[in-house]
DNA sequence: ATATACATGTAAAACGTTACATGATTGG
DNA sequence: CCAATCATGTAACGTTTTACATGTATAT
């Protein structure tokens, strides 16, 4: 059974042809903003893939030990990613450490908590600009077949997750501040 | 070190004394809205909790193979869990299967594609009515010091996530529906 | 020359899920 | 009596992180 990772993978591969060390980076920024992984989980995984037919590579000279491994997805691969995208994700637990500590947030010091969310908010006004540049470069929504389109659709859940934390940051700290 | 599993746990029992299996169901809801764990971990890090003096249990005559063991915080357990609360959380990478599929979307069926967006707003949908009930019977916010500020807390970013993933569905649909 | 970026991999440990295993209490 | 709920725990497996290990190409 493919992991996950194998279709973060995957989609990387469907725009270029890259070698672990480009996916390891791809992991970072762009696709890091909703899938990430070490260099040695992308390695692993590749030769999963790879032992699956999904994918392939072509050996070229380059740094390294062992030269580099440009790896492409095969046609099986390309369809595997095409019907995967369309089943429903499998519901993985939430998991959101800021939101637990706010569920505890009754017996912790309000100026310490004060100083805690206006620091997250700090960050998220921060990402909201980036965020906004980043939109304002890449112009319209192309058509839905278009690999852009999937840089517009991720950005958009992006930005409107980082206004809806700003908010609710806001709404803490209005709570907060009333109390120091 | 305490894992934020452990301070989940400490989380509750710094409300009301449970025993494992009580901390399993609390662990679905209200809990599992944003920290989730199955009995056995539950159990596995509730004696590493024990071994750090942080939490100790009466045992009582009840149901099961050893009765039941009903934990409580100790001093040290509640200094641990209001020192935690205040700490900037360590982020943890984002993965959001459901953004990925978005990430990939433009080599799938729209009219597939159209489906799982309207069957994932739907979901947010009910959800969102859930919650708002939930407010709506919790009534006014009190002051932050009272562990049910918590719940308010809690409930007012979920709501918010939920309304923001909504909107991100009906802005991914509408892009769609026009190409179907 | 030397530091940085490029490049691939393995091993150990931590974290989390699923399945296995047992058994008492309670309500119908 | 029987089923559901309450109750505790272990084992096997998969996923993810951190650390270990190596070595080339390139720009300063």
């Known amino acids: 059974m493919t992991s996950t990772l ?7 591969l469907a725009r270029q ?13 762009p696709l890091g903003y909703f899938w990430t992984a070490r260099h040695s989980q992308i390695h692993a995984d590749l030769q999963k893939l790879l032992a699956a037919g999904l994918v392939r590579f072509e050996a070229e000279h380059g740094p390294g030990p062992s030269g580099k491994k440009v790896y492409h997805l095969t046609p099986d691969g390309r369809a595997a990613l095409r019907d995967w995208v369309t089943e429903p994700p499998q519901q993985r637990p939430e ?9 505890a947030s009754w017996l912790a010091d309000p100026a310490e908590l004060l100083a805690l969310f206006r620091e997250q908010l700090a960050g998220h006004e921060a990402r909201i600009a980036e965020y906004e540049t980043h939109q304002a470069a890449m112009g319209d929504v192309p058509a839905v077949d278009h690999p852009s389109f999937g840089n517009h659709a991720t950005l958009w859940c992006g930005l ?10 806001r709404w803490m700290i209005e709570r907060l501040a009333g109390e120091v």
């Not at 042809?17 to 920024?29: D, F, S, W």
């Open 6 to 12: 194998g279709f973060a993978i995957m989609s990387v």
């Open 17 to 29: 042809a890259r070698t672990g060390y480009e996916l390891a980076t791809a992991m970072r920024r």
């Open 95 to 103: 998991r959101d450490e800021l939101v637990l500590k706010a569920y």
């Open 160 to 169: 409107g997750y980082e206004r809806h934390r700003a908010a609710w940051c």
